[in-house]
């Protein structure tokens, strides 16, 4: 099947969800922000509906069910905000890096992601097959592939699929120093890291696309409620059950 050049691509009826994990609320400037509104830019020219969503802004309760009101919590955010994160083809966690690691926000959306794992769609997969993952860390200290291998692992584990160079970051010098949209950074300018926003962006069209087109993920020894009621999709010793 030939694909359309880059330039007439339309990926109309995809749904992007951003989550920006920074700890700064709204309307405090994110450096993340700045490089998820690069991605966002490529996203949106060729059809996307993109959604951010700064994660502090809202009322996300700590934990790793559903909805965490029935759990002690008064309220969660977190119920309204999965109908959107159900709805959508790709889903990329952006965050910051502090002490070499993710925020805590951004572990605190990944929990949470994690609540719903054991959903099934109606083929009787898990919930998230069919549905890409991208990474973006942004920071001015070194921890850009730590954060994206465990933002990439958690979403993989999930049920996510993941496409090539799916993560993208900027740190600057190691060490205190300027942020990615700070004056004279050099962030907006660095090819490295524009390079790999683009080409993230346009792996995670590309493979929801795919997916997209044909109905989800493939059916066949990955269905949940088969292997509950007994399937062993040819596992080599089905009596240990």
Known sequence: MDTPHWQDADFTG???MIFNCTLKRSPEKSHTQG?????????EKHGVEVEVLRAVDHD??????????????????????????QASDIIVIAGPIWLGDNSS?????????????????DRGQYIYYGKVGGAIVTGNEDGIKHCASNIL????????????????????????????????SGGPQNEFTQRNTTFMTWNLM?????????????AGGNERVEWDRGTSFDHPNPEYR
């Open 14 to 16: 995809l749904r992007a």
């Open 35 to 43: 490089l998820i509104d690069v991605s966002t830019a490529i996203l």
């Open 60 to 85: 996300i309760a700590t934990g790793v069910y559903p909805d965490m009101t029935e759990h002690g919590w008064d309220s969660d955010a977190w119920p309204q905000i999965w109908k959107r994160v």
């Open 105 to 121: 926000v951004t572990k605190r959306v990944i929990e949470r992601l994690y609540a719903m794992s054991g959903m099934t769609n």
């Open 153 to 184: 692992y958690s979403l993989q584990h999930l049920g996510c699929s993941i496409p090539p160079n799916a993560d993208a970051g900027w740190i600057g010098e190691a060490g205190p120093g300027p942020s990615y949209l700070d004056a004279g």
């Open 206 to 218: 590309h493979l929801a696309w795919l997916l997209k087109q044909g109905g989800g993920f493939p």
